[in-house]
Structure formats: structure tokens, C-alpha cells
T-cell receptor, first 119, second 119 residues
Framework: AQTVTQSQPEMSVQEAETVTLSCTYD???????LFWYKQPPSRQMILVIR??????QNATENRFSVNFQKAAKSFSLKISDSQLGDTAMYFC????????????????FGKGTHLIIQP | DTGVSQNPRHKITKRGQNVTFRCDPI?????LYWYRQTLGQGPEFLTY????????KSRLLSDRFSAERPKGSFSTLEIQRTEQGDSAMYLC?????????????????FGSGTRLTVV
């Protein structure tokens, strides 16, 4: 079974600062996906960024980037030039690449990090 | 396409009653997933369908939980004889998994969830 650990229950930074959210995971799989999801208060879960384990290059999406260290089983999220709208719960998630093509066991989520962007 | 739709948004029920939730996925998506999220936790995978076939149901929390996806379109999640511990947010997600020589899951889109309160 996979486990995902987010060691920072809450983080608070000033607007425009850069913030890094930590995530580590444990798995015996070699082929998998990693995701960061954002869940604003009372709003739906939104995909922020995804990384395929076979790709060595770190994924980037505008102000969001990841530092994927496969050997260390680490997958941190960096948010540059943080904005008030970035305030939300952030979940790190793991998905095994199943025989039938992804998602065979669904996503395994961490407990989340509550990110607060201060004006 | 308006995304993944879940109904109702909120449900209050008395202990021992049965409840049913509905999820309408994105029409092009062939996979549909159900998750449960309790307060302060990340979502927990329950079950998933590819088209009308339920490919994983061992993670359903008990035999009181069941899910269907007739005709491979919308899905329903039923909880029989509800208990107070069933109070949670129930999330639905859909995705597209491509076949061929390389099966790739293009990532999930989540609905806004159904919040269940058992009194």
C-alpha cells in the first residue's frame, strides 16, 4: 500500500513571496503519477500540477513548479509570486499506474497543508 | 460541458435511513471515481468504474455502501442504514483513460461533493 505524508499542517506567507510545500511518499511501485491538488474553502478540488514518475524533468505550470526527487520519494510544490487566491488546502496525491492504465487503485492523498496568503 | 456535477450538495438524514447520491461525470470521460473526505483529512478512495464496469470495490467502507453506474453514464452511491460516522463529504471525480500501446490517465476532474450529515 502507498502512503503520502505532508508534514506541514499549516503555512502562512505574505503576498508575492515564494512558498514551498513538502510531500513525501512511500511505495514499492516504479511507475506512478504524483499530483498536487488545491481545495479552496467550500470549493471543489482543482488539479494544480501533475508529474509522471518516469519523467526526470520537473513539471511546471505558470507560477507552480515541483521538485521531484524519485530516489528520495519526495515531491514538493513551489508557488512563486503567491497571490491571495492561492489561499486553500493543498493535497499531495499518489496514483499507481495500474495494469489497465492508470488509476487502478484511485488516488492516495496526504492529509493536506492549509496555505494562507497574507495581504 | 459544465464539469462533474453532484447532487444533492447537502443531505441531512436520520441515523438508520438510506441515502443515495448522484454524480454526472464529464461526458467524454470513461472513468468515474468515488471518494470520502472527513474533516481535516484528504479524500479516501472508495471505488471506481470504467464505463459501466465497477473495477474496484474492495475499498468500499462496509457492505452498507454500494455504487452503480448503469449504461456507463451517471453514477449513484448508496449508503444503507446510515450511522453518525458516515457524516462526511462524498466526492465524485471523472477522468479519461486512453487505451492502445500505452495507457495513460489524463488526470481527474472533481465535483463539488455532497456533504452528508447523519443526526
Amino acid at each position: 500500500a502507498q502512503t503520502v505524508t505532508q508534514s506541514q499542517p499549516e503555512m502562512s506567507v505574505q503576498e508575492a513571496e515564494t512558498v514551498t510545500l513538502s510531500c513525501t511518499y512511500d511505495t514499492s511501485e516504479s511507475n506512478y503519477y504524483l499530483f498536487w491538488y488545491k481545495q479552496p474553502p467550500s470549493r471543489q478540488m482543482i488539479l494544480v500540477i501533475r508529474q509522471e514518475a518516469y519523467k526526470q524533468q520537473n513539471a511546471t505550470e505558470n507560477r507552480f513548479s515541483v521538485n521531484f526527487q524519485k530516489a528520495a520519494k519526495s515531491f514538493s510544490l513551489k508557488i512563486s509570486d503567491s497571490q491571495l487566491g492561492d489561499t486553500a488546502m493543498y493535497f499531495c496525491a499518489f496514483m499507481k499506474h495500474g495494469k489497465s492504465g492508470g488509476g487502478a487503485d484511485g488516488l492516495t492523498f496526504g492529509k493536506g497543508t492549509h496555505l494562507i496568503i497574507q495581504p | 460541458d459544465t464539469g462533474v456535477s453532484q447532487n444533492p450538495r447537502h443531505k441531512i438524514t436520520k441515523r438508520g435511513q438510506n441515502v443515495t447520491f448522484r454524480c454526472d461525470p464529464i461526458s467524454e470521460h470513461n472513468r468515474l471515481y468515488w471518494y470520502r473526505q472527513t474533516l481535516g483529512q484528504g479524500p479516501e478512495f472508495l471505488t471506481y468504474f470504467q464505463n459501466e464496469a465497477q473495477l474496484e470495490k474492495s475499498r468500499l467502507l462496509s457492505d452498507r455502501f454500494s455504487a452503480e453506474r448503469p449504461k456507463g453514464s451517471f453514477s449513484t452511491l448508496e449508503i444503507q442504514r446510515t450511522e453518525q460516522g458516515d457524516s462526511a463529504m462524498y466526492l465524485c471525480a471523472s477522468s479519461y483513460a486512453s487505451g492502445g500501446t500505452r495507457l495513460i490517465n489524463y488526470g481527474y476532474t472533481f465535483g463539488s461533493g455532497t456533504r452528508l450529515t447523519v443526526v
